[in-house]
C-alpha cells in the first residue's frame, strides 16, 4: 500500500506508491488486452459479471474454479491500484502529514466489445453499466473506512488510459476528497445565503440558454459558464438528489440515452478527441458535505502552460457559448439517430 501525503499547508493530497510499485492500469504481455473476452485470467477474478440470459440480467460472480464467459459488463480489483486494502498503521505528522492510502480500487469493463468506445456502445448497454456502477456504490458503502466513492473515465493515451477497451474505475478514499470538499462548502454557503441549491439554481439558468447542448426527461447537458478546459460539459440530473445510487431505473434508462447522445456527438465533433468524464457524488454516509450529483467531462485538447500550473488560473480559447452550439448540434444528430428520427 502506498502513502496519501498531504500537502506542507494546502488541503492537498498526493498518492505516493511503494517503491517499485505502479499506479497506472498496464495492457497485457505480448500485446494481449487484459479486459477482453477470454482474457480474464489477466486480470483478478470476477467480482460482478453482469451476464444476459433470455432478455434477463443476471448478477454472477467468478470462483477459483470457474470464470463467467459471455458477460456483458465485468468488474475486478485493478491489479495496479491507486489505493489498496491491505492493512498497515502507517501514519506521520504534520508538517510531513501521511497516512495510508486505504480503499478500494475496481475496474469496470463496460463492454466485451474492444473496439467499441463508450461513445459507441449501445444505449441498453450504457444503462447496464448504471446498473453495475449502482450496484458498486452501494455496496462499497457499506465497507469499513470508505467514507467517499469515486468514479471515474480515462479515455485516450492523453487523458491518462492505458488500456484501450472501454472501462471505468471506482475507487474508494477514506477521505472526501478536496474538491468534494470544496464543491460541498460552496453549495453549503449558497444555500445559507439563498435558501435554495445552487445546482438547481444553475439548471434553471442553463435550461434553454445559450449554453445547452441536450436536454432530456431527467437530465441537463450544458458547457458551464466559467468551464476550466475547451468544450467541457456536465450532465445533472434535474431534480434535485444527491446520492446516484437512489436514482430510479427510469432515471438510469434516461442517463444512458443522455451519455450516449452527449459522448457521441462529442466524439464526432472532436475527432474522438482523449477526455476524462468523472461523477461529482455527495458521500453517502453520514456527512454534511452534500451536493447536487452530477457528471463532468474534460476533453483534453491543450496542455497547460506556467499560469495553470502555477496560479489556478485558466486560459480557455473557446467561448463556452459557442462550445455548446458545436457540442449541441453533433449531439442533437446522435440523439436523433439514436431515436429513429431521420
Known amino acids: 500500500m502506498g502513502d496519501l501525503r498531504k500537502d506542507y499547508v494546502l488541503d492537498k493530497f498526493v498518492v505516493v506508491p511503494d517503491s517499485g510499485a505502479a499506479l497506472s492500469e498496464k495492457a497485457g ?28 440480467l443476471q448478477r454472477l460472480s467468478d470462483s477459483e474454479d470457474s470464470v463467467i464467459e459471455d458477460w ?18 502507517s501514519y506521520s505528522d504534520k508538517p510531513l502529514y501521511s497516512e495510508p492510502a486505504y480503499g478500494y480500487h475496481q475496474i469496470v469493463v463496460a463492454s466485451p466489445e474492444h473496439k467499441q468506445s463508450l461513445s459507441q456502445i449501445s444505449v441498453e448497454q450504457w444503462g447496464n453499466v448504471l446498473v453495475v456502477i449502482q450496484d458498486r456504490v452501494r455496496w462499497l458503502y457499506t465497507q469499513k473506512s470508505v467514507t467517499y466513492v469515486s468514479i471515474y473515465v480515462n479515455s485516450g493515451a492523453g487523458a491518462g488510459a492505458h488500456v484501450s477497451h472501454p472501462h471505468l474505475h471506482i475507487v474508494t ?81 434516461d442517463l444512458g440515452l443522455m451519455l450516449r447522445a452527449t459522448l457521441g456527438g462529442m466524439s464526432k465533433a472532436l ?17 454534511s458535505r452534500q451536493i447536487h450529483w452530477h457528471i463532468e467531462v474534460y476533453p483534453q485538447l491543450n496542455t497547460w502552460s506556467g499560469l495553470e500550473r502555477g496560479f489556478g488560473v485558466f486560459v480557455n480559447n473557446i467561448r463556452p457559448e459557442k462550445a455548446a452550439e458545436i457540442l449541441g448540434s453533433a449531439s442533437r444528430k446522435e440523439l436523433a439517430g439514436l431515436v429513429g428520427i431521420v
Open 29 to 56: 504481455d505480448g500485446g494481449k488486452c487484459p479486459y477482453c473476452p477470454g482474457n480474464e485470467s489477466m486480470t483478478e477474478l470476477a467480482l460482478l459479471a453482469l451476464v444476459v440470459q433470455d432478455g434477463m
Open 72 to 89: 456483458s459488463v465485468r468488474v475486478f480489483q485493478s491489479k495496479n491500484p491507486v489505493v489498496a486494502t491491505a492493512s498497515t498503521t
Open 173 to 253: 478514499f477514506s477521505t472526501i476528497p478536496p474538491v468534494i470538499e470544496l464543491e460541498a462548502e460552496g453549495s453549503h454557503r449558497f444555500m445559507n445565503e439563498n435558501g435554495n441549491c445552487p445546482a438547481c439554481n444553475i439548471i434553471g439558468v442553463e435550461s434553454s440558454g445559450p449554453r445547452q447542448i441536450l436536454a432530456t426527461d431527467s437530465f441537463l447537458a450544458f458547457c458551464p459558464w466559467a468551464p476550466t478546459y475547451p468544450y467541457e460539459f456536465w450532465i445533472y440530473p434535474k431534480r434535485h438528489i444527491t446520492s446516484f445510487s437512489k436514482i430510479t431505473q427510469k432515471e438510469i434508462n
Open 271 to 287: 475527432k474522438d478527441a482523449p477526455y476524462n468524464l468523472v461523477f461529482h457524488l455527495s458521500p453517502e454516509k453520514k456527512n
